[in-house]
C-alpha cells in the first residue's frame, strides 16, 4: 500500500492530488511540481485510520514521523526499536509517554541512495523496526518491518529567489523583482549555443556556466561574477566548501595544476560572462553532489575595470594572470590572494529621469547594493568517477 502522507497529521489538509497506480510500479502523481513523498507501509498491514508513517520532503532534508502504534494493534512499539536508513540512524528524540517518534536527517545521511531520471531527483531511504525480541525465546510476537521511503525532487523547475531560496533548480537560478536587477546564472552546453539539458559530469569533464544580467532599462552595465562557492548542500555556509572564483573575480581553480578553468574571453556582451570548470567533487562525499552559489554584480560599462570589479583567469601558457578587459595590473591582486582595496569603489550612480517612456536608471553613485548585486545558486550537479560504475575486464584471449 503506498499513500500520500501528507494526509497524515489529524486535522491537517490534504495538500496534494494522489495519482498512479502503486501495484502497477506507478508512482504518485501530484498536481504541483514541488517535492513530493512516496512511503510504502504494505509491510505494515496497518489497521489503523490513520497512516502510522508520514513524510516530509524539505529543501535539504527528510522529516520522518511514525505512531508508536506501527500495526493498528494498539501496542505500541519502542522508540528504541525504529531507526532510519541503512545506517540505522535512530530518531532524535524520544519519551516513553509519547505516541510519535520523529527523525530528522539530512537527504544525503543515514545511508540514503540517489536515483537521477529525466524529470526528478528521488532520495530513497527506509524506516527500519527491529522488535527487540523478550519473554520466552521460543515464540514471536512481532515481527521486522521495512517501509520504503522516497523524496521526489523535480529537476525542472525555475523558481524565483524573491522570497524563495532557489535550492531546487538545476539549470538555472534568476533573482528578478521591479526592485532588483534580474540577475541570472545558466549551465550551457559545450559550444555555448543553449541551456545544457543534464546536470550530471563524469570526472574529467568541464562545467560551462553563464551569468547574465538584464540591462533592458537600465545604461550600458558590465557584469562580474566576484566569487563562486561549491558546497554539498544548498547552504552556502555548509561544509566542507570550494571557492573557485574568489578575491572579487579571480578564477583561482585555473592556477591549479590540475585544472584548465578560465574565463571565456572575449565576452559575447557585456551583461554576459562566461566561463568553464573543470569538473570536480568532495573527498569522502559519497553523494557525488555538488550545488554552486555564485555572488554576481555589475558596474557602468564605461567604467573603467578595477581590482574589484574584474574578470581574471590564469593564463598557463604565460603563467600569468590576464584580464577579460582593462589592464593587467588589475589581476595583481589575485596573485597576492588580496583584493579587499579601499581605494578601489565600487559605487554607481543614482536613478535619473524618463527617457523614451520608461525609466532609465544613470549614474547611480547611491544606488543600494541589494539593487546591483545579488547571490545566485545553481545545482545540485551529479558528479560520478569512472571507479563509481567499473568497467568488467574482459579475459585476454590466446
Same mark, same amino acid.
Given at each position: 500500500?503506498?499513500?500520500?502522507?501528507?494526509?497524515?497529521?489529524?486535522?491537517?489538509?490534504?495538500?496534494?492530488?494522489?495519482?498512479?497506480?502503486?501495484?502497477?510500479?506507478?508512482?504518485?502523481?501530484?498536481?504541483?511540481?514541488?517535492?513530493?513523498?512516496?512511503?510504502?507501509?504494505?509491510?505494515?498491514?496497518?489497521?489503523?485510520?490513520?497512516?502510522?508513517?508520514?513524510?516530509? %520532503?524539505?529543501?535539504?532534508?527528510?522529516?520522518?514521523?511514525?505512531?508508536?502504534?506501527?500495526?493498528?494493534?494498539?501496542?505500541?512499539?519502542?522508540?528504541?526499536?525504529?531507526?532510519?536508513?541503512?545506517?540505522?540512524?535512530?530518531?532524535?528524540?524520544?519519551?516513553?509517554?509519547?505516541?510519535?517518534?520523529?527523525?530528522?536527517?539530512?537527504?544525503?545521511? *543515514?545511508?540514503?541512495?540517489?536515483?537521477?531520471?529525466?524529470?526528478?531527483?528521488?532520495?530513497?531511504?527506509?524506516?527500519?523496526?527491529?522488535?527487540?525480541?523478550?519473554?520466552?525465546?521460543?515464540? $514471536?510476537?512481532?515481527?521486522?518491518?521495512?517501509?520504503?521511503?522516497? *523524496? +521526489?525532487?523535480?529537476?525542472?523547475?525555475?523558481?524565483?529567489?524573491?522570497?524563495?531560496?532557489?535550492?531546487?533548480?538545476?539549470?538555472?537560478?534568476?533573482?528578478?523583482?521591479?526592485?532588483?536587477?534580474?540577475?541570472?546564472?545558466?549551465?550551457?552546453?559545450?559550444?555555448?549555443?543553449?541551456?545544457?539539458?543534464?546536470?550530471?559530469?563524469?570526472?574529467?569533464? $568541464?562545467? +560551462?556556466?553563464?551569468?547574465?544580467?538584464?540591462?533592458?532599462?537600465?545604461?550600458?552595465?558590465?557584469?562580474? $561574477?566576484?566569487? %563562486?562557492?561549491?558546497?554539498?548542500?544548498?547552504?552556502?555556509?555548509?561544509?566542507?566548501?570550494?571557492?573557485?572564483?574568489?578575491?572579487?573575480? *579571480?578564477?583561482?581553480?585555473?592556477?591549479?595544476?590540475?585544472?584548465?578553468?578560465?574565463?571565456?574571453?572575449?565576452?559575447?556582451?557585456?551583461?554576459?560572462?562566461?566561463?568553464?570548470?573543470?569538473?570536480?567533487?568532495?573527498?569522502?562525499?559519497?553523494?557525488?553532489?555538488?550545488?554552486?552559489?555564485?555572488?554576481?554584480?555589475?558596474?557602468?560599462?564605461?567604467?573603467?575595470?578595477?581590482?574589484?570589479?574584474?574578470?581574471?583567469?590564469?593564463?598557463?601558457?604565460?603563467?600569468?594572470?590576464?584580464?577579460?578587459?582593462?589592464?593587467?595590473?588589475?589581476?595583481?591582486?589575485?596573485?597576492?590572494?588580496? %583584493?579587499?582595496?579601499?581605494? +578601489?569603489?565600487?559605487?554607481?550612480?543614482?536613478?535619473?529621469?524618463?527617457?523614451?517612456?520608461?525609466?532609465?536608471?544613470?549614474?547611480?553613485?547611491?544606488?543600494?547594493?541589494?539593487?546591483?548585486?545579488?547571490?545566485?545558486?545553481?545545482?545540485?550537479?551529479?558528479?560520478?568517477?569512472?571507479?563509481?560504475?567499473?568497467?568488467?575486464?574482459?579475459?585476454?584471449?590466446?
Amino acid at each position: 500500500v503506498a499513500y500520500n502522507p501528507w494526509g497524515f497529521l489529524r486535522g491537517e489538509a490534504e495538500l496534494w492530488r494522489y495519482g498512479g497506480n502503486p501495484s502497477m510500479g506507478q508512482p504518485p502523481a501530484f498536481s504541483q511540481p514541488s517535492p513530493w513523498a512516496w512511503v510504502d507501509v504494505s509491510q505494515l498491514q496497518a489497521a489503523a485510520p490513520l497512516h502510522p508513517v508520514a513524510v516530509r %520532503c524539505q529543501e535539504a532534508q527528510v522529516v520522518v514521523t511514525v505512531h508508536r502504534d506501527l500495526f493498528g494493534t494498539g501496542r505500541l512499539v519502542k522508540a528504541a526499536e525504529l531507526t532510519l536508513g541503512l545506517a540505522a540512524c535512530p530518531p532524535m528524540a524520544w519519551s516513553a509517554a509519547e505516541t510519535v517518534v520523529t527523525f530528522m536527517v539530512g537527504l544525503h545521511e *543515514c545511508g540514503s541512495t540517489l536515483r537521477v531520471t529525466p524529470d526528478s531527483l528521488v532520495y530513497s531511504t527506509s524506516l527500519n523496526y527491529n522488535p527487540v525480541l523478550t519473554g520466552n525465546p521460543v515464540v $514471536v510476537r512481532t515481527s521486522p518491518a521495512v517501509v520504503p521511503i522516497e *523524496c +521526489h525532487y523535480p529537476r525542472r523547475d525555475n523558481v524565483s529567489s524573491n522570497g524563495v531560496k532557489p535550492t531546487w533548480v538545476p539549470f538555472r537560478s534568476t533573482l528578478s523583482s521591479e526592485e532588483k536587477l534580474p540577475f541570472s546564472l545558466r549551465l550551457m552546453n559545450d559550444d555555448w549555443s543553449a541551456e545544457r539539458g543534464s546536470t550530471i559530469f563524469q570526472l574529467g569533464e $568541464v562545467l +560551462h556556466f553563464q551569468a547574465g544580467v538584464n540591462t533592458e532599462n537600465h545604461v550600458p552595465l558590465r557584469l562580474f $561574477v566576484d566569487t %563562486c562557492v561549491a558546497t554539498p548542500t544548498p547552504d552556502r555556509s555548509s561544509s566542507p566548501q570550494y571557492a573557485f572564483i574568489d578575491f572579487s573575480g *579571480c578564477l583561482v581553480d585555473g592556477q591549479l595544476d590540475d585544472a584548465t578553468s578560465t574565463f571565456i574571453s572575449p565576452r559575447p556582451r557585456q551583461d554576459v560572462l562566461q566561463f568553464a570548470v573543470d569538473a570536480f567533487k568532495f573527498a569522502g562525499d559519497s553523494s557525488n553532489l555538488i550545488y554552486i552559489t555564485c555572488h554576481l554584480k555589475v558596474s557602468l560599462a564605461d567604467q573603467a575595470p578595477d581590482h574589484l570589479n574584474k574578470a581574471c583567469y590564469f593564463n598557463k601558457a604565460s603563467n600569468l594572470w590576464a584580464p577579460v578587459e582593462g589592464t593587467q595590473d588589475i589581476c595583481s591582486c589575485c596573485e597576492m590572494r588580496s %583584493c579587499d582595496l579601499a581605494r +578601489h569603489s565600487r559605487r554607481l550612480y543614482a536613478p535619473s529621469r524618463w527617457q523614451g517612456g520608461r525609466v532609465r536608471r544613470e549614474l547611480p553613485s547611491q544606488l543600494d547594493p541589494s539593487v546591483r548585486e545579488a547571490d545566485v545558486v545553481v545545482g545540485p550537479f551529479f558528479i560520478h568517477s569512472w571507479w563509481d560504475h567499473p568497467v568488467r575486464r574482459l579475459p585476454s584471449g590466446g
